[in-house]
């Protein structure tokens, strides 16, 4: 069946520095999405990706589907403490459900 | 504001006992809803397909005696852990499906079995 994988596992960053999670499906996929997790929180949705190459922004954040819809990447710039979570990706073919990857948990030092 | 309600957020229950989890879509309708769970630290991981009106499609390995799901109208399914036991303590969350492809969390519900 479809695996979604993400590296890295743990990511610990200094505040003021960049960081990026790597999503990588062993099926192509109709669109991802991506959610953030704060700690004793509930997966809150960032945003969903549709087309093949597509690039979003969202104030730091930027998100990339790949060309072949197989991989996606969240590049937050300038990390601040407030970005401390879990990142999931979610990869959805039609006619299926979403498979959530296992997550990048992002640490952010002061 | 929160469009996936989930209740109760924190439950203790005895072992042996039974254990009713609610998910509501509060400003649409949902004929998916999903359930998931999730130990510390890692991901979701899914029990089941919630169908409106139709039995739920339980993931392999999850077993439907125990864990009883009930999507009796577009904007309720329910999770019932039946005969809980310690190790079924973990934090149990639910989705919605809006449109087509929009999913909405609920808050989650951290059951403790004791």
């Known amino acids: 069946g479809q695996q979604v994988m993400q590296i890295p596992q743990y990511q610990h960053v200094q505040e003021g520095e960049d960081f990026t999670t790597y999503c990588n499906s062993s099926?192509?996929?109709?669109?991802i999405q991506w959610y953030k997790q704060r700690p004793g929180g509930h997966p809150v949705f960032l945003i969903q990706?549709?087309?093949?190459?597509e690039v979003k922004k969202q104030k730091r954040l930027t998100f990339q589907f790949g060309e072949a819809k197989k991989n996606s990447s969240l590049h937050i710039t300038a990390t601040q403490t407030t970005d401390v979570g879990t990142y999931f990706c979610?990869?959805?073919?039609?006619?299926?459900?979403?498979?959530f990857g296992p997550g990048t948990r992002l640490s952010v030092l002061p | 504001g929160a469009v996936v309600s989930q209740h109760p957020s924190r439950v203790i229950c005895k072992s042996g006992t039974s254990v009713k989890i609610e998910c509501r879509s509060l400003?649409?309708?949902?004929?998916?809803m999903f359930w998931y769970r999730q130990f510390p630290k890692q991901s979701l991981m899914l029990m089941a397909t919630?169908?409106?009106?139709?039995?739920?499609?339980?993931e392999q390995g999850v077993e439907k005696d125990k864990f009883l799901i009930n999507h009796a109208s577009l904007t309720l399914s329910t999770l019932t852990v039946t005969s809980a036991h310690p190790e079924d303590s973990s934090f149990y969350i639910c989705?919605?499906?809006?449109?087509?492809?929009?999913?909405?969390f609920g808050e989650g519900s951290w059951l403790t079995v004791v």
């Open positions: 989705s919605a499906r809006s449109g087509a492809n929009t999913i909405y």
């Open positions: 099926t192509t996929l109709s669109n």
């Open positions: 990706l549709v087309k093949s190459g």
């Open positions: 979610a990869g959805y073919n039609y006619g299926q459900n979403f498979v």
């Open positions: 400003d649409f309708q949902a004929t998916t």
């Open positions: 919630s169908n409106e009106g139709s039995k739920a499609t339980y």
